[in-house]
T-cell receptor, first 110, second 116 residues
Framework: SQQGEEDPQALSIQEGENATMNCSYK?????LQWYRQNSGRGLVHLIL?????REKHSGRLRVTLDTSKKSSSLLITASRAADTASYFC??????????FGTGTRLQVFP | SAVISQKPSRDICQRGTSLTIQCQVD?????MFWYRQQPGQSLTLIAT?????????ESGFVIDKFPISRPNLTFSTLTVSNMSPEDSSIYLC?????????????FGPGTRLTVL
C-alpha cells in the first residue's frame, strides 16, 4: 500500500520561480528520500534526509522533514525548464524496502 | 552511485506471451529490487532479489507470474509471464548500495512494456 501522499499532484511554474512539493506519510520512518523521474524513465536519486535531521540542502534543492507531522517538503529554487519531471518521495521503514509516494508532476515553462 | 542497465528498454508483446527483462549493474551488490510502475502511477515493489536465496515477493505478486533469477551479484532477470494488457507498465530494477551515512537505492532506466 502507498505510504506517502504527495501534493500537489501537478504543478506548473515559470522558469526562475521556486517549486515546492509536499509529502506526507503514515508510519515512523528510518529516512526519507526524494527521486526525480523524467518522462517515464528511470529514477534519479536526489537527496536523502534521515529521521533525526530537519533540513538538508543540495545545490538548488532544499528538503525539510517534520517527523511530528509525518511530512516532508522538497523546494527547488530558481527552477529551470530542465527541472520538468515527476518527483517522488520514498520512505525507508528500516526494512531495506522503499515505499513510494504518489508523485508530483512538475512542469517548468521557459 | 552505480551504473545500471536494463534490456530491453521497451517492447510490445502479444497477450499470452512472456517477456524476460534483464538488469545488469556495474558493481557487486547484495540486494536488488524489481518495481512496477503502471501508467500515470507511482512505483510498487514487486520483489526483493538477493543473490543466493529465493526472491521475496510483496503482497499481490506471485512467483508463477513474475519469476525472478539472481544468478550472481551483478545480474538479475524478471519474467512477466502469460501477459495481459493489465501488465502494460514500466518495470524498473534497483540496487541498494552500502553508503555513508545510509544505504541508498539506485534505479535502472526502466523497461516500458506494452501488451496488446
Amino acid at each position: 500500500s502507498q505510504q506517502g501522499e504527495e501534493d500537489p499532484q501537478a504543478l506548473s511554474i515559470q522558469e526562475g520561480e521556486n517549486a515546492t512539493m509536499n509529502c506526507s506519510y503514515k508510519t515512523s520512518i528510518n529516512n526519507l528520500q526524494w527521486y526525480r523521474q523524467n518522462s517515464g524513465r528511470g529514477l534519479v536519486h536526489l537527496i536523502l534526509i534521515r529521521s533525526n535531521e530537519r533540513e538538508k540542502h543540495s545545490g538548488r534543492l532544499r528538503v525539510t522533514l517534520d517527523t511530528s507531522k509525518k511530512s516532508s517538503s522538497l523546494l527547488i529554487t530558481a527552477s529551470r525548464a530542465a527541472d520538468t519531471a515527476s518527483y517522488f518521495c520514498a520512505t525507508d521503514l528500516n526494512t531495506d524496502k522503499l515505499i513510494f509516494g504518489t508523485g508530483t508532476r512538475l512542469q517548468v515553462f521557459p | 552511485s552505480a551504473v545500471i542497465s536494463q534490456k530491453p528498454s521497451r517492447d510490445i508483446c502479444q497477450r499470452g506471451t512472456s517477456l524476460t527483462i534483464q538488469c545488469q549493474v556495474d558493481s557487486q551488490v547484495t540486494m536488488m529490487f524489481w518495481y512496477r510502475q503502471q501508467p500515470g502511477q507511482s512505483l510498487t515493489l514487486i520483489a526483493t532479489a538477493n543473490q543466493g536465496s529465493e526472491a521475496t515477493y510483496e503482497s499481490g505478486f506471485v512467483i508463477d507470474k513474475f519469476p525472478i533469477s539472481r544468478p550472481n551479484l551483478t545480474f538479475s532477470t524478471l519474467t512477466v509471464s502469460n501477459m495481459s494488457p493489465e501488465d502494460s507498465s514500466i518495470y524498473l530494477c534497483s540496487v541498494e548500495l552500502r553508503e555513508t551515512p545510509v544505504d541508498t537505492q539506485y534505479f535502472g532506466p526502466g523497461t516500458r512494456l506494452t501488451v496488446l
